[in-house]
C-alpha cells in the first residue's frame, strides 16, 4: 500500500494547499508499518493532473490539508481514499491513520462563497485555509513591490510591470517572509524587510543535485550548461532542472529554485485590500 502526503519539504508538515502542494511525501506501507517513505516534486501541476500523477503512482490514500468537493471528485473517480482537514508531523499523520485514529470525511475548508477569488484558475476550488493572524489574513491584497539581491541588484519588480500583484494574505499564497509583512499592513503603507532563505525559498538542498550518465538519458548529449530542461520523477511527472555540469560521460542537474540558499530583500506596498 502506498499513501501520500502533501508535504511541506521545509518542515516536515502536511501542506495545507493541495492543488499548490509542489511535494508529496510517499510512504510505502505493509501490514500497518511504514516500510519506507520519499519525497517526490509535482513539478507544480494543477488540481486535476494530481489526481492523475496519485493514480498512475499507485496510491491509495491521501492525507492532506483542505481540498475542495471537485478535487475530492476526482480523487475518489481515481479509486484513491482522502483524509482531508489533518496537519502538523506528516509522519505523525500517516502513523495516527495506520491506527485507524485518521477517517476519511467531507472535503474541508470548502467555502462555496470563496471560489470566485480562488485564483488558482481552476474554476473555484475554495483551498483558502488562513494559516497566519493579522487584519489583512483571508482579505484579498494588491501590492506593489521591487526585490533585491544584497548587493543592490534586482531581480524582480511589479513597479517596472505596472500591475500590482494580487493574493489572499495569510494563506501560504507567497513565501513566508512576504506574507507575514503584508498581513498587518495599511494600505497605502510602504515597508522594507530582508529575508534569509528560511523565510523565503528554503536552504538549498544538496540532494536535489541530480548527476546521471549521458548513456542513460537519451537526448542529454544535445544539452549544454544552463539548459533548462525537464526529468520526469517515479510517479511519471515532469519537474524542472538545470543542467549546471557536463563532461564526456555524465551529466548534472541541479531541481534547487534559482532563489533557493539566498538572502532577499523587498520594498513592499500594500495598494488595496478587498474582503
Known sequence: MRIAVTFDNQNGTIFQHFGRTEY?????????????SRVESTGGTGHEALAGLLSEGTVEAVICGGLGQGMMNALADAGITVIPGVSGSADEAVERYLKGELQPEEAANCDSHEHDKCGHGCGGCGERKVILSGKNAGKTCRVHYRGTFNDGSQFDSSYDRGTPLEFVSGTGMMIKGFDQ???????????????????????????????????????????????????????GHAFPVRVTEKTDEEITFDANSEMAGKELNFHIELVSVEE
Open 24 to 36: 508529496f511525501k510517499i510512504y510505502e506501507v505493509e501490514d500497518r508499518k511504514v516500510l519506507s
Open 181 to 235: 509583512a503584508v498581513v498587518d499592513m495599511e494600505v497605502g503603507e510602504e515597508k522594507d524587510i530582508h529575508l534569509m532563505p528560511e523565510e523565503a525559498y528554503g536552504a538549498y538542498d544538496p540532494n536535489a543535485v541530480l548527476k546521471l550518465k549521458l548513456t542513460d538519458l537519451p537526448g542529454a548529449g544535445n544539452l549544454s550548461v544552463g539548459d533548462q530542461v525537464a526529468l520526469r520523477n517515479s510517479l
